[in-house]
């Protein structure tokens, strides 16, 4: 039985990214999945997403191996800018949908399961509380390298 969400405690989460890390989980099976999650404020959006602006929505990962080799030998993380990333999604191939003491944690922590569907996906927080998700069909801004 699972437990129940945590009354108040929503993330949100844009549908783009949620089916991207699905199909990625989906694609490493039987590997694990973990990626850092970064979010955009809802008043970045062009359209009104009926929340408060400053509102954190979930929109893009950054890609595993970005500044690996750094890591490897100095241990710093380099893949992730300062200040981003307090957010993971982390696959369970074989496991529960639940967070484990293996998973590396943050204030917020994604976990799917197979089948791989929206069914399959589950928030937490670092305690391993189960949080609300709500997925937003939404598009989030356009960055460009300036």
Request: no cysteine; proline share 9%; aromatic share 6%.
């Amino acid at each position: 039985m699972r437990p129940a969400p945590v009354a108040g405690v929503v993330v949100y989460v844009t549908r783009g990214l949620v089916d991207a890390l699905l199909d990625m989980a989906e694609s490493a099976e039987p590997e694990q999945t973990n990626v850092v999650l970064a979010s955009t404020p809802a008043g970045e959006f062009e359209t009104d997403l009926g929340l408060d602006p400053e509102t954190p929505i979930l929109t893009h990962f950054y890609l595993p191996d970005a500044g690996k080799s750094v890591r490897a030998v100095f241990g710093m993380d380099l893949g992730t800018p300062a200040g981003r990333g307090r957010a993971r999604f982390i696959s369970h191939p074989q496991g529960k949908l639940e967070v484990t003491e293996r998973d590396d944690l943050a204030g917020v922590v994604l976990v799917a399961v197979p089948p791989w569907e929206l069914d399959s996906l589950a928030v937490f927080d670092r305690a391993g509380t189960k949080l609300d998700l709500s997925v937003l069909d939404a598009e989030p801004p356009q960055e460009s390298l300036a």
